[in-house]
DNA sequence: TTGACAAGTGGACAACGGTCCGCTTATAAT
DNA sequence: ATTATAAGCGGACCGTTGTCCACTTGTCAA
């Protein structure tokens, strides 16, 4: 209920004009989790680092700590965050470098960079990826407020980039046309980290061979050229 | 310490002939849990169910109810079992209708077929992969005594079957050299219960999509032939 | 300086998955 | 029928994830 009789300003300034920055102290805290995680996780590896552990090691209660972070996965992500963004840059460098090649070769490019990429950050991204199923987060373009803004979900990034790259690929009539977000989404599903160290751990292929693989039928089920003279060698 | 004037059998028949069958009353309790199970499920769905409900609803201790199934997926395991019978049975058959068809046509039959299956039974099959990957189950070729004997893991089949039929088709002509086994695995990777429902839930792409994109990038991927006339029909 | 209030804090609590272990009982050999 | 024994049983118990909520404290505005 509005009283009238309280002045209240006019135009009162609803707009909340920009967030109350983080406390002092919180900002402290956050910094003592994330050294604290990083440290926890070299030593005894992500996945028997428990919530709880953390936050005792970090001299804060549980609630604190989920205040921050909702889930390790969360956790994990801000720890990657930084490796991210060199990758994210490292990439886009590349890119803009090879704007000459036809967008097939920028398409192996990316895809080879990204599984080395994830092949480096399997640790982390694999307890992200572990907690997002364990809460069926099946409904990926998730806002997750506790990321830092403007760092959209890394996946979709990803996603984008390839599908953008099938699509040029198409329109320079380099391929045929396809499916492009679909045929995207099936390069991502390779490149998922569980996945990726399923491969490796349990059947025991190495980042080379898998490489090979996905650009035995990738490249040539998408292109349309027959011959395979430039395709590199299927080495197996 | 072995009492040499008690009558003890010389050779004793330490070959325990065959396991002691299972009780009687533990079989009964055993169909007490998958009905209970089977109902819980349908009513509330896979995920929403633990196992202490499980057990207090078919009125055993959890204990009883961890002998038989070390964890959800196997309980899952069984329950899907009859349906994974029948579909093996079925696929066998096709398969061997089938010979006279060129081995890519075959494959083409397996992908569909197992598509649809997987497809229809993501429930169950979703709570299998999830507890397998819970525990770091990367080393799938994991025994399970629990299971019923002879029944290997289900997967490996269709790896094995699709490794087969890749592996044929490279023999008689009809494509390139490749890397069987790990392109096998690459099916199975866009095969993956969990992948599936995503693709469709957050994606919103349908089975029809998925199938024409994988059909696309593999067996134009893998083909010799760029055209793609030859192409079996969908036949759903 | 003061006070209001949201941000921040901590720890109790609950659900779940899963293990353990001592007791009971069906079964098979005697 | 008796008995040894392994199979079966139950529920207390543990660690982990994640929620809740009463309390404290930094911050901003007056």
Redesign the pocket.
Known sequence: MIDADHPTVVGEPEIAPQ????????A??RQRILEVARHLFGQFGVA??????IAQAA??????L???Y????ALCRDLMHEHQVVFAQDLQAWLSTSVRMSALTQLDGVIVRTLHFVDESTALLEAVVR?EL??DRCDLPHPDDRMPPGQEHWFLWIHDLLEGLLRKAVARGEIAALDAPYTADMLLALMNPMYLRFQQSARGYDLDRMIAGIRHVFLRGIHDVPGDATLPETDR
């Not at 001299?59 to 604190?64: F, V």
């Open positions: 967030r109350r920055r983080e406390r002092r102290d919180a402290a805290h028997a680092v428990s919530m709880h552990q001299e804060i209660g549980q609630g604190t989920y205040r921050r909702a889930n390790k996965g907690t364990r809460h």
